[in-house]
């Protein structure tokens, strides 16, 4: 038989409909798979009796001939979606046992349309953090290494154990959400593919939140079309999320091989930022040839305010995480420490629960929302917001979508970065200005570096024209032809 | 604006999260570095710029203002750490 955790969502289907093999033999070939890479520690929680349930009603569709858009594929869930009736942790101590008495919108959705749900998957606490190494379960391991070189690297962050899981052939794909980067880096450490829509075009309900004027669902895949595919399904309007877009959601996969001849691309001359790895600015060069080879049209563009976005998001992030995390309060769910009085409980709980990241956010937060400053932190940092969005807009008056590097450098070791949250912050910096704005915006693998890392390009388009991301990133993935795989594979089939 | 001990025990006060004299004296550090680099917002011009609340210019949805869920006490306090009666269990606040 063909070796089922390594092909793509698209071919996965394909053979499930020709009934080459059954949804139960799929999803227990990528349980045998995650049994054999349990150091990756990608899964807080493993569900595998509901992988098999979940897998068994999929045959029964396939048999009937009324399967689903993504019917008997094998996903890992980060563990930020509440999942009813199991675990639902957020990467952190305080929410340890919470079962959710009800399911997200975006997991209902993928669980109507067949998807099998092997794990929740590991992530960095609360979403806060670039690295996946503030979860409370512990770091998740990268499945590439450098060359000759063993040290354990990060799979990026937040959405680590996701990117880790795709990566590492235990999934066939996955969930993930970015605030700032959450999907994109960690696409772009592992070497996959991964996109976050348009704020808005999938519903945050059910969704642990972090900072709300952010947080967007996305997928993440081992190619485009695999992640038009599951964007499909996660996305739509929800009447239970105020900020979700009522929008019908398009056919992504026709985007998939269309010809980007005329498509305008932008390059925008302020990502060529200091320190920047010059394998990156290399690639970048690289990506952007073989766009105006496919027929594209180049244009430089200026985004005068991105050298700003970094400190917006260090302000409005925290200042709306600050708020929201207030309702871990060791009353209603989660983990509670007793005081001696009401107050002394909150503060030993949330002492107790929450890691210091996590902490550090809260406290700048509320420093930044506190009587006198509000106006010279969040304010401020509100008002820069609408010009870096204003920027976007200006840009796109005169391109379709921009291609940017990613990440800034390649997966670090775990320990690397880790002395100054400042330096750890720098991560995302060429992702966080489209979050700021709200714009869509996927991550592909382009190349490896010397060292034989993957890393990661970014195509970022027009407020709800996914499509056209799809379109451009189908096609730079066709002339990048990414075929590299993890050392922990290669060293497997040795 | 430099945020010494004082200002971290405040702040921590607000936000309800106990901190040892240790930990203050490092997240005074870490609050001031990272004011630090947020401070480089002071370089922007931004007179005249409305501060932005959403990304997406629409109208908030209305319904219509009846109760469209609820009768499910069990479900809502079953992560409770503690509950009596169907109500949330407290340290007692009135003497």
Redesign the interface.
């Known amino acids: 038989m063909k070796n089922l955790t390594n092909l793509t969502i698209k071919d996965a289907l394909a053979a499930l409909k020709k009934k080459e093999f059954t949804a139960t033999e799929l999803t227990e070939a990528h349980i045998k798979a995650t049994e054999a890479a349990r150091h990756l520690n990608c899964y807080i929680t493993e569900t595998f009796d509901i992988a098999r349930k979940q897998a068994k009603e999929s045959d029964a569709r396939y048999a009937k001939g009324a399967a689903g858009l993504i019917d008997g594929i094998p996903i890992a869930m980060k563990d930020l979606y509440c999942t009813e009736g199991v675990q639902t942790t957020a990467g952190s101590k305080i929410l340890k046992g919470f079962k959710p008495p009800y399911e997200s919108t975006v997991s209902g959705n993928m669980f109507r349309d067949g998807a099998v749900m092997l794990g929740k998957s590991n992530l960095d606490e609360f979403a806060m953090g670039s690295s996946n190494t503030t979860s409370a379960y512990g770091n998740v391991i990268n499945p590439w290494q450098r060359k000759g070189d063993n040290k354990p690297l990060v799979p990026g962050g937040s959405s680590g154990g996701s990117a880790a899981a795709v990566a590492a052939r235990i999934a066939l794909g996955a969930t993930g959400t970015d605030t700032g980067g959450s999907i994109r880096q960690p696409a772009a450490f592992c070497g996959i593919t991964g996109i976050k829509p348009t704020y808005g075009r999938c519903s945050r309900f059910g969704i642990v939140a972090f900072a709300s004027s952010l947080d967007q669902a996305g997928p993440f895949a081992r190619s485009v079309e695999d992640c038009a595919l599951l964007l499909q399904s996660m996305a739509g309007f929800d009447p239970k999320d105020s900020t979700s877009v009522n929008r019908a959601v398009p056919d992504y996969t026709k985007s998939i091989g269309q010809s980007v001849k005329g498509l305008k691309v932008g390059v925008p001359k302020e990502y060529r930022v200091d320190g920047t790895n010059p394998e990156i600015l290399q690639l970048w060069e690289k990506g952007v040839q073989m766009l105006k080879d496919a027929g594209a049209e180049i244009i430089d563009v200026s985004l005068p305010h991105t050298q700003y976005a970094l400190q917006t998001y260090y302000v409005i992030a925290p200042a709306e995480c600050s708020s929201n995390l207030a309702r871990y309060d060791g009353v209603r769910f989660g983990l509670r420490v007793e005081g001696e009085n009401l107050i002394d409980m909150y503060e030993k709980t949330r002492a107790e629960g929450f890691g210091k990241e996590v902490k550090r956010r809260i406290l700048i937060g509320t420093y930044v929302l506190s009587a006198g400053y509000y106006d010279a932190y969040y304010n401020k940092a509100r008002r820069v917001r609408k010009l870096i969005w204003q920027d976007f807009i200006e840009a796109y008056k005169k391109c379709d979508v921009l291609l940017t590097p990613t990440a800034p450098t390649a997966a670090f070791a775990i320990g690397e970065k880790m002395q100054d949250p400042v330096t750890m912050y720098l991560n995302d910096i060429f992702t966080v200005p489209a979050s700021m704005a709200g714009m869509p915006g996927i991550s592909l693998p382009a190349g490896l570096s010397a060292d034989g890392l993957p890393l990661g390009l970014q195509l970022l388009g027009k407020p709800f024209d996914e499509e056209t991301v799809f379109k451009a990133a189908h096609a730079l993935e066709k002339a990048v032809n990414f075929t590299a795989l993890p050392q922990l594979l290669l060293s497997k089939a040795a | ?1 430099s ?1 010494d001990k004082n ?2 025990r405040k ?9 040892t004299d240790a930990e203050t004296e490092v ?1 005074a550090g ?2 001031n ?3 630090k ?2 401070e ?3 370089a ?1 011009k ?1 007179d005249g ?8 210019e ?1 109208q ?2 209305e ?1 219509e203002d009846k109760v469209t869920d609820g009768g ?1 006490p069990e ?2 306090l ?5 509950h009596t009666a169907g109500f ?1 269990v ?4 009135v003497e």
């Open positions: 604006m945020i200002t971290v702040v921590a006060r607000l936000a309800r999260i106990r901190t997240l870490e609050m570095n990272i004011l680099m947020i480089q917002l002071n922007v931004t710029v409305e501060p932005m609340t959403s990304v997406i629409m908030m949805p319904r499910i479900k809502i079953a992560n409770a750490p503690e949330f407290v340290p007692k606040v």
